[in-house]
């Protein structure tokens, strides 16, 4: 029986850590959450010879305090699941920068392996590393590695599936004793608190490790000693505050201060004597670049053409393509159809109608899919160029003046400053904003970005009202994924001069890290998995939401007198056919109930053909149906004068039968639970043109964005389409839209961008601003500002006769007019913005 060897792999962020990941691990990986959390868990394992090796792709993290979650995350992982080896994988062209995580990494006393990745950009810059010597200085074994190439791929998957003394010298397998950074004056306060945790039993980490952390006043770390020795915590923590308070008294300087630059000393001392640099002060590459990208007046052109360049190939083409694949979603909805109880004539049996609500809800999303695939490769090519932080640089210019901070941009770019994000890790992300003006303003206005869930809605919306050319719909996505922007700054200009007022704001720094030719590889990976992760949630989260929605739509029934009258109407629609046949051979063979079983075999015979285009394959399902039903289907597709009278009036009935249905359907939506609250609505909705069918799908948004898509489209698809085949969400609206007009369609967009946050979403503000007022207040301004929003969309576009398209852009510059004049008010202390270059 083979072993197993577990590995994690730590390191800064831009450090190459995840395309080291997938080098290694290849498509065995697997994405989740950390328990509680948004922050991703990737896992995956590879295999030498009769080894497995398991291996965790750690959150990237400039350090392991427990300031922020990532750093919490990593630093858990290392000390609690106690891997076997750890990898540090280190940026080679910013090597001081990173052996400052590597030093507090070796403090952990865990097996370590460091991996100088990226060797290749760090020679391109004249960077040469002596790695045999840095690794026996810290006592690791080293490697020279390019993961995007390959290079030492080889060498370190070796040594992972090697025993541990192949892999690491750090104390634990007889070699040389594990590296041990000298503090200097902090020394013997160190060594006094390790010797009293040495004492404890179970502690579960290196003594002197967790000494460190209590000296620096860690709270994880507090709180970690108070779990495994209770009786003993407080004669520890009381040890470690007075030793603490006395250095500093000392020194002048605190404990965690005085730690930290003696751990950046020795990454410059380690640097300065294993780096050697061919070319200091080059400009590199990336330097050249962020003349043009970076540029005061160029940046911002540069980034508007890349994201309309990211709406043309994802919307434009990516909806050309939904537009082709349709038909094949259409005949898988149809199969899955067809193996349902059958309908009935008026009335069909509730495992049917709950079947087809759940397959028009799915495929209301997933007809997207091609589109989502090509904006997660797009979002995947910015992040592995190196483009992305650029963004955030640029952005940055922009939100100082609305009183956000420059860590305001992650945030808003996860939670879809353009297209595709999602407002949870968006929320989440806010925890590394440093002051709480700032960030109480971003967890504000997150939940307005344009989160994945809303696309389909928008696109259900574009492809119905907005979409006479690919440009108008182009331009029209461009103009719902911005507008939000401006929408949102204005807003969190607002908050800061009103209900945030007297908070200080901190300086931003931003890490640029060098430009990368992206690689096919990481992108393939990235894309599938967020597409994977799209998919878990559309059979989850839609599918869950849409069968309690069908149960508040569709109960309580029609009463017995509603029903009963309208079976009188198809019971004379079916008496007026069998009157057309009196006097005619078929006088008498064919009955009432006949009627109806011939008008339900001539669909199931149009449903079974959808996609047939060969002759043969045609004659095969009529056979299939003529020895099945064979009496109705020879009165079907007889021939002479009395069939041709038949077929007539069964074309009647059926019209007939489509009407009636459709009137049953809409008296039942209005008559349901969720119609009533839809109906009670009404007369305020009524002005942002929302009737009772939006205000059902925008009610059952709540839950999760993604519904609005698909309840939409399964209200509006009430009818079947005349050949029996599904149809498009955007067709149906479009055939069955009941007077919706571009305008309508334009205020719910507006609504829907203002959407207050869904319930995963609140519960993460409460979290995160650990204040259930501001959960609630999140949820009261962005409905009220929404219905604001709309019924001026709405009503003013009415009273001025504009159409929607005109609207939509008169909205546009009204929005773009307030954000220059909200822009404009002074600041009382303008924020400085520190930027650390890709060299």
């Given amino acids: 029986m083979g072993s197993k060897v577990s590995v994690a792999l730590a390191g800064q962020p831009n450090s190459g850590k995840s395309t080291v990941f997938n080098a290694l691990t290849g498509a065995r990986q697997h994405v989740a959450n950390y328990p509680g959390v948004t922050v ?118 070796a040594a992972l599936a090697g025993p541990p003394s192949d892999c690491a010298s750090c104390g634990h397998c007889g070699k040389p004793e594990p590296f041990r950074l000298d503090y200097g004056p902090l020394e013997s306060a160190a060594e006094a608190l390790t010797d009293s945790l040495k004492s404890l039993d179970g502690l579960g980490c290196s003594p002197r490790w967790l000494a460190l952390k209590l000296l620096e006043g860690d709270v994880e770390a507090q709180k970690r000693l108070a779990n495994k020795a ?60 962020d003349k043009a990208v970076c540029h005061r007046v160029f940046g911002p052109i540069i980034l508007v053409a890349v994201l309309l360049s990211l709406y043309q190939i994802s919307i434009v083409y990516g909806g050309a393509l939904a537009a082709k694949i349709w038909p094949l979603w259409g005949q898988g909805q149809d199969f899955l159809t067809s193996l349902l109880p059958s309908q009935g004539f008026l009335d069909d049996p509730v495992a049917y109608s709950l079947g087809v609500w759940v397959l028009k ?45 420059g860590q305001s941009t992650l945030p808003l770019i996860l939670g879809g400053v353009y297209v595709g994000g999602c407002a949870i890790p968006a929320i989440m992300a806010t925890r590394a904003i440093p002051d709480e003006k700032a960030r109480l303003a971003t967890i504000l206005i997150a939940p307005m970005m344009n989160c994945l869930a809303k696309v389909p809605l928008y696109l259900i919306l574009i492809g119905a009202f907005f979409s006479t050319t690919s440009f108008q719909s182009s331009l029209a996505m461009f103009f719902i994924a911005t507008v939000t922007l401006l929408m949102a700054l204005p807003v969190a200009r607002v908050m800061t001069l009103t209900v945030l007022k007297g908070k200080v704001s901190a300086p931003f720094i931003l890490e640029l890290p060098p430009y990368h030719a992206p690689g096919v590889r990481t992108v393939l990976i990235r894309t599938v998995e967020r597409v994977w992760l799209f998919l878990k949630k559309i059979v989850t989260v839609v599918l869950v939401v849409s069968v309690v929605v069908f149960g508040l739509i569709s109960f309580p029934k029609l009463n017995a007198e509603r029903f009963a009258g309208f079976e009188a109407k198809a019971d004379a629609a079916k008496a007026a056919l069998l009157g057309r046949l009196k006097g005619t051979p078929l006088d008498g063979q064919v009955s009432t109930d006949d009627v109806g079983g011939l008008i339900l075999l001539d669909e199931a015979i149009k449903t079974a053909k959808i996609g047939v285009t060969e002759q043969a394959k045609a004659d095969a399902v009529e056979a299939r149906f003529a020895i099945s039903s064979p009496r109705l289907y020879g009165l079907l597709k007889g021939s002479g004068p009395e069939f041709s009278e038949l077929k007539k009036g069964l074309r009647k009935v059926a019209s007939e039968r489509k009407k009636l249905r459709r009137e049953m359907k809409e008296e039942t939506f209005q008559s349901s639970v969720l119609g009533m609250v839809g109906l009670a609505l009404e007369p305020i909705t009524k002005w942002a043109g929302f009737d009772w069918r939006v205000n059902i799908a925008l009610l059952s948004a709540f839950a999760a964005k993604e519904n609005s898509a698909a309840t939409l489209g399964a209200i509006y698809g009430l009818s079947e389409d005349p050949d029996g085949a599904a149809t498009s969400p955007a067709q149906d609206l479009k055939d069955n839209r009941s007077g919706f007009t571009p305008l309508h369609a334009l205020a719910l967009m507006i609504f829907m961008a203002l959407y207050p946050p869904c319930l995963p979403a609140s519960i993460m503000v409460r979290l995160q601003a650990n204040s259930t007022r501001w959960m609630l207040f999140a949820l009261a301004w962005q409905s009220a500002f929404g219905l604001v929003a709309a019924m001026a969309v709405f009503t003013g576009g009415t009273l001025l006769g504009l159409s929607g398209w005109a609207t939509m852009w008169l909205f546009y510059a009204i929005c773009l007019f307030a954000t220059l004049a909200t822009g404009l008010i002074p600041e009382k202390s303008p924020k400085a913005l520190a930027k650390v270059g890709a060299g």
Avoid: C, W
């Fill in 40 to 157: 991703e868990q990737k896992t995956g394992r590879f295999k030498m010879g009769e080894t497995t090796v398991m291996v965790v792709d750690l959150p990237g993290t400039y350090s392991l305090t427990s300031y922020s979650l990532e750093e919490t995350l990593a630093r858990e992982h290392i000390v609690e699941k106690k891997p076997d080896v750890l990898v540090n994988v280190v940026d080679a062209a910013n090597l001081k920068r990173n052996l400052y995580l590597t030093i507090q990494l070796l403090e952990t006393e865990r097996p370590q392996i460091l991996a100088l990745n990226m060797m290749d950009v760090a020679k391109r810059r004249g960077v040469r590393i002596d790695v045999a010597g840095l690794g026996e200085s810290l006592g690791v074994r080293a490697f020279a590695m390019s993961a995007k190439s390959g290079q030492g791929l080889g060498e370190l998957k």
């Fill in 230 to 289: 209770p009786e003993k915590v407080e004669g520890i923590l009381a040890e470690a505050a007075r030793l603490g308070a006395e250095f500093e008294r000392a020194m002048g300087l605190s404990p965690a201060r005085h730690l930290a630059f003696a751990r950046h000393k020795k990454a410059k001392e380690l640097t300065g004597r294993f780096q050697t640099d061919s070319e200091p002060g080059k400009a590199t590459l990336s330097d050249k670049i």
């Fill in 361 to 405: 809800s799915l495929a209301a999303v997933l007809n997207y899919l091609p589109i989502f695939i090509l904006l997660f490769a797009l979002i995947a090519i910015l992040e592995d160029s190196g483009y992305m932080p650029r963004m955030a640089f640029l952005l940055d210019r922009l939100f100082r003046r609305f009183g956000l901070h």
